[in-house]
């Protein structure tokens, strides 16, 4: 056989490991948690906007 062919009798002659232990997996509800965040910038839009064209500028 060469690179990329196949013997199509191998087909179906795969068996697969389907057994997947329960305790293999991750637990996403472990660390769930409730509640609001805010942000308080403190600054308007035109001067973040400036502040950021002040840093492209030293670049």
Not at 36 to 53: H, K, T, Y
């Amino acid at each position: 056989m060469g690179f990329g062919s196949y013997d199509e009798s191998e087909q179906d002659n795969q068996e697969y490991d389907a057994d997947l232990d329960d305790d293999s997996g991750v637990n996403t509800t472990e660390h769930d948690h409730e509640g609001d965040v805010d942000f308080e910038i403190g600054a308007s839009n035109d001067e973040l906007l400036d502040r950021l064209s002040e840093i492209k500028d030293n670049q």
